[in-house]
Structure formats: structure tokens, C-alpha cells
């Protein structure tokens, strides 16, 4: 079964304790990306990926990293979480990015920085 | 800069009525437009393209170019439609740009 999945599903963390939110997909896809959707914000993009080793910055970057070693894992990490990164994250993948690609969506993880 | 921008935050309707989410963007060149779903407690979920003229769930949309706008109709609301709806640009190109999405439209189906 075609999947994008995220782990974890839930975290409650404190301010300045390094994290990791893992993304993984099973379709080959090469283009990978992290969204964080907000209460009148809607969604936003931090992070994308064209493939392995090539990241590059969405509109919300700040605070964020990510890697890309292998095509089917895109991780976000927070090196030091801050409470406006309390937020529903979201992983995505497609084949290559191109306009006619439908993105698949991971099922979100809710983030709480104390 | 490129823009989506949905009017509406809430939208509520009653049961059978129709229902419009009104969607505009603001882009130079030639735009692919797309509308996303997301129902309670389930993950975003594309819902349809307009570079596909389909008619999904009930739904249509018409990318007007004129009018820099591409709402999401549906003739008799149901409840089931009661969900988080986001209105995504994406850019045109060979190379990838992401997806700009709107801010959303929650959408209320009263029975």
C-alpha cells in the first residue's frame, strides 16, 4: 500500500529540547516536503526536497532543518524547539514535484512546546 | 508575489443547499490550481485539479483566468462535506516550486 508516514503522531516536548520528526514514503517519490498548518494561517511550507542530498527553503524555514541521504526518508529536526512551533505538521511526497504530480499527504503530527 | 487568498474562514450552509468556497490568486504566469480536503481527525487529501476538469464528491471548479479565480461549487451541500477546504497554487515551470496554499475554508454542513 502507497504510504507517506510520520512519527511521531503525538509530542508534547519543552523549550530547547532537540527533536526529530521522521517522514518516510514507499512510492519512489522524489520530491519530499514539511508543511506546518495553523489556526488562520492554513498551511505553510518549510522545507522541500527534489530528490536526494537537494533541500531547499519553503516560505517558514526559521528554526528548522531537515536532510535528505536517502530517497524515501525526509526527517525535520528542531534543534531548539521555541512554543511557536507548537503546530500540526505535515510530511509530502510526489513523484517529481512537477505541477501535474498529485502530492500525498502523511497523516500529521501534532507538536506542543512547552 | 504569488497569493492565494480564500475570503472566507467559515462558510456554513444548510443541507442541500449550494455551496461556493471562493478561491483568488494572484500570479503572472500560467497557474495550476488545485483544491485540498482535509475531514475531521483524517489527513489533507486532494480533492481535485483543474487541469482535469473532473467532477469530484460533487464538486467542480472553474479556473478563471479573467477573474483570477478558481472557486469550489457544489449544487446541494451534504453533510459529509463538512471538512477543512484549502485552495493550493502551483506554479508553473519545468522545475519545482511548491505548492502556495491558501489559508482554508472551514466548511459546515448544518442538517
Known amino acids: 500500500e502507497a504510504q507517506v508516514t510520520q512519527n511521531p503522531r503525538y509530542l508534547i516536548t519543552v523549550t530547547g529540547k532537540k527533536l526529530t520528526v521522521t517522514c518516510s514514503q514507499n512510492?519512489?517519490?522524489?520530491?519530499m516536503s514539511w508543511y506546518r498548518q495553523d489556526p488562520g494561517l492554513g498551511l505553510r511550507q518549510i522545507y522541500y526536497?527534489?530528490?536526494?542530498?537537494?533541500?531547499d527553503k519553503g516560505d517558514v524555514p526559521e528554526g528548522y532543518k531537515v536532510s535528505r541521504k536517502e530517497k524515501r526518508n525526509f526527517p525535520l529536526i528542531l534543534e531548539s524547539p521555541s512554543p511557536n512551533q507548537t503546530s500540526l505538521y505535515f510530511c509530502?511526497?510526489?513523484?517529481?514535484?512537477?505541477?501535474?504530480?498529485?502530492?500525498?499527504f502523511g497523516p500529521g503530527t501534532r507538536l506542543t512546546v512547552l | 508575489a504569488q497569493r492565494v487568498t480564500q475570503p472566507e474562514k467559515l462558510l456554513s450552509v444548510f443541507k442541500g443547499a449550494p455551496v461556493e468556497l471562493k478561491c483568488n490568486y494572484s500570479?503572472?504566469?500560467?497557474?495550476?490550481l488545485f483544491w485540498y480536503v482535509q475531514y475531521s481527525r483524517q489527513r489533507l487529501q486532494l480533492l481535485l485539479r483543474?487541469?482535469s476538469r473532473e467532477s469530484i464528491k460533487g464538486f467542480t471548479a472553474d479556473l478563471n483566468k479573467g477573474e483570477t479565480s478558481f472557486h469550489l461549487k457544489k449544487p446541494f451541500a451534504q453533510e459529509e462535506d463538512s471538512a477543512m477546504y484549502y485552495c493550493?497554487?502551483?506554479?508553473?515551470?519545468?522545475?519545482?516550486?511548491?505548492?502556495?496554499f491558501g489559508k482554508g475554508t472551514r466548511l459546515s454542513v448544518i442538517a
Open positions: 509530502a511526497s510526489s513523484l517529481t514535484g512537477r505541477d501535474t504530480d498529485t502530492q500525498y
Open positions: 512510492m519512489n517519490h522524489e520530491y
Open positions: 526536497s527534489m530528490n536526494v542530498e537537494v533541500t
Open positions: 500570479y503572472s504566469g500560467s497557474p495550476e
Open positions: 483543474h487541469i
Open positions: 493550493a497554487l502551483h506554479l508553473g515551470g519545468s522545475g519545482n516550486t511548491p505548492l502556495v
